[in-house]
Nanobody
Framework: QVQLVESGGGLVQAGGSLRLSCVAS????????MGWFRQAPGKEREFVAA????????YYADSVKGRFTISRDNVKSTVYLQMNSLKPEDTAVYYC???????????????????WGQGTQVTVSS
């Protein structure tokens, strides 16, 4: 049974940083595209960042480009999201997700991801 467990969320002031982690209980972790999504109150879930399983290409939403960095450690079956220069509009529940041998063209589409974590709250105060 696949499980994704996020951690690292919290309360931070605008301009601060947080590092989210997502540990996956997946035997073939390296074969999964890993993504981060977020959902703010009253809004739909939106794509934040992804790292493709083949070659490690990274993808970012325009709203976080230059501030957030996704990375992964295949030995530890963990994906990270380093968030810098945080803004109040980054406040949301952040979810990691896994897509087995996913296509590069669909990394931003939540519907293609097979597994999801429970989410971790990030709150940025102004």
């Amino acid at each position: 049974q696949v499980q994704l467990v996020e951690s690292g969320g919290g309360l931070v002031q605008a301009g601060g940083s947080l590092r989210l982690s997502c540990v996956a209980s997946i035997r073939t972790f390296s074969a999964y595209t890993m993504g981060w999504f977020r959902q703010a109150p009253g809004k739909e879930r939106e794509f934040v960042a992804a790292m493709h399983w083949s070659g490690g290409s990274t993808y970012y939403a325009d709203s976080v480009k230059g501030r957030f960095t996704i990375s992964r450690d295949n030995v530890k079956s963990t994906v990270y999201l380093q968030m810098n220069s945080l803004k109040p509009e980054d406040t949301a529940v952040y979810y990691c997700a896994a897509d087995y041998r996913g296509s590069r063209t669909s990394v931003a589409e939540s519907r293609v991801y097979n597994y999801w974590g429970q989410g971790t709250q990030v709150t940025v105060s102004s």
